[in-house]
């Protein structure tokens, strides 16, 4: 695979969040739970925004946040998603672009506004999320360069996106370019709603073999396992998928791989302030793990020591040096 | 002045600021000198924004950050500025109603792009700023509403809108309308570029009485009276004017009435984060004891308490509980 110029390509929702700061009974006057994430529609998005607090913008979106976290890892990464012809476009292209993110997926316009996630933060840094998927809905097969596909070594896809037609249309193109080149397939379940919805699909992806990778939290890995504790679904997914990556937010994370198991610690944390992003930021780490061929304990520590980092600040993607905190594990 | 509903209506740039992290090095590629604020047009912005880092966008502009701090503390204020139809403006629109405060100029098409300023912070937490004026700069006098100016015990003039012509004129109707209704003015210098380019109508408008209480940092004070140091020129301006507030950064801030003078040292902070809107702020606790009758050196104490939250984290407007932070000054 000296063929392999990029490390990881990723396909995700391309999004701006909006981020303000909330409590508790905001979001019970709202009707929302807690720790969520929920999709709305273009009405109850501008009603929530004018019944919210101000908000920082800053450009989010699962895989979007995995790539930008790659690229402050130094790996090569690329991202494919789908924006409006509009200004929140042109701030998530520019993000995404100033941090070395290859990113040429066109805009189109006549399709809605780019997509937004109204995230509101809890005084206990939970984040509460409320995404209108305007134009990243309809990201189609036409984005999906199958060359590109083959420069990857890892082409990482975002569970959010199976739910709509188009975009797994799109998704399950890149899955067979990817088996037809050698790259392996990383998928994230992203929340427990996508495994719900779509778990006969997600078990024939497993059962095809179609995934080499597969990122769960502990809510998505016992629902798509259907049993009652953490371990239980890991030891019945292991089997399923060539490598599992299950985490627990503070309790850490476990990743298993041809009978074998490595686990780590959550890294240790000055202040917690939001946790949006912790997920991505673990994938990020792990999948350069991978891409540099660590081991599985090293992968691991890579995605703890990189989600600690995004939990420390507003925003979803890194501000520290996330090379100089890989330290040696990189090097 | 029984009739008076409002503490304070200001009249300033309606911007979004992009917040982004940079170092010494980017701004000598660029050729602008750290701590500045310069005027750039859609060209540069965009040459700008191309070559600089991944930016958090927050609502900004000076005047408008004041009057943000003003209602975080618990006043009524109200803001006219001009915004053009786009997402941006929806953005500036959102964040400053959803803080309280009244703002309705009718954002208008065909004028350009809403403002924005890049704003580029270097690690000593220096900010320079690059602002793309677009539609603010075509704030006139049909934006301005005498009956609205009656309203409030002081009208805040940005000083960074007496360049354009537009906005000019129609702070000229703003003072007049002022003076018609008991209404005190308040005027910040904003920028050494404003004194040297504008000397002359600053110092008729002094002459003619037509400021109550100006603002001015240390080199807008110096430029302004052409004298070597700040005592000098804090004592030529202070016979000119009601009320003089000169402020100096981390050395604190003096105020001068009646030949009477007050001064306070700057509050100590924990970590100097981004010094964006610390000017901003500081009027924003002046402004706020004067309304509510403080004396000159409680004034001041209240604008450094405001400051020096604002310059603790990224972004121009408060961030922390401000009338939590005033405490006993404000109760």
């Given amino acids: 695979m000296n063929d392999k110029t990029l490390d990881v390509l990723a396909i995700g929702n391309a999004i701006v969040d909006v981020i303000a700061d909330s409590d508790d009974a905001f979001l019970d006057a709202c009707g929302v739970a807690k720790g969520s994430m929920r999709l709305?529609?273009?009405e109850e998005a501008e009603r929530l925004y004018g019944a919210m607090g101000p908000g920082r913008e800053l450009s989010g979106g699962s895989a979007a946040n995995t790539v930008a976290g790659l690229a402050a890892l130094g790996l090569k990464a690329a991202?494919?998603?789908?924006?409006?012809?509009d200004q929140l476009g042109q701030i998530f292209t520019?993000?995404?672009?100033?941090?070395?993110?290859?990113?040429?997926?066109?805009?189109?316009?006549?399709?809605?506004?780019?997509a937004r996630c109204l995230v509101l933060v809890t005084p206990d840094a939970q984040r509460t999320m409320n995404t209108f998927l305007g134009a990243a809905q309809v990201l189609g097969p036409e984005a999906v360069d199958p060359g590109r596909i083959a420069e990857a070594k890892i082409l990482y896809l975002e569970g959010y996106l199976w739910d709509p037609g188009e975009p797994r249309a799109a998704m399950m193109k890149a899955m067979n370019a990817a088996r037809d080149s050698g790259t392996r397939v990383?998928?994230?379940?992203?929340?427990?709603?996508v495994v719900d919805r779509h778990h006969a699909d997600l078990q024939r992806l497993l059962d095809e073999g179609r995934i080499d990778i597969l990122f769960a939290n502990e809510a998505e890995v016992t629902r798509l396992a259907g049993t009652a504790t953490f371990d239980a679904a890991v030891d019945a997914i292991a089997p399923k998928v060539s490598t599992l990556?299950?985490?627990r937010s503070e309790h850490g994370a476990v990743a298993c791989r041809d009978g074998g198991r490595a686990s780590v610690p959550a890294e240790p944390i000055e202040t917690?302030?939001?946790?949006?992003?912790?997920?991505?930021?673990?994938?990020?780490?792990?999948?350069a793990g991978e891409a540099?061929?660590?081991n599985l304990e090293q992968s691991l520590k890579l995605g703890a020591i990189c989600a600690a980092e995004v939990i420390q600040h507003y925003g979803a993607r890194p501000e520290k040096d996330l090379k100089l905190l890989a330290g040696d594990l990189l090097s």
Same sequence: chains 1, 2.
Avoid: E, K
């Avoid at 991202?79 to 012809?85: K, S, T």
């Avoid at 995404?96 to 189109?108: C, E, H, W, Y």
């Avoid at 990383?186 to 709603?193: G, I, N, R, V």
């Fill in 94 to 114: 520019h993000d995404i672009r100033s941090l070395g993110v290859r990113f040429d997926t066109p805009a189109r316009s006549g399709i809605g506004a780019t």
């Fill in 79 to 85: 991202f494919i998603g789908q924006l409006a012809d």
């Fill in 292 to 294: 540099r061929g660590l």
């Fill in 245 to 247: 990556v299950a985490t």
């Fill in 272 to 287: 917690l302030v939001d946790t949006t992003g912790a997920g991505d930021l673990f994938a990020a780490g792990f999948l």
């Fill in 186 to 193: 990383a998928f994230t379940l992203s929340d427990s709603f």
């Fill in 40 to 42: 709305i529609d273009l």
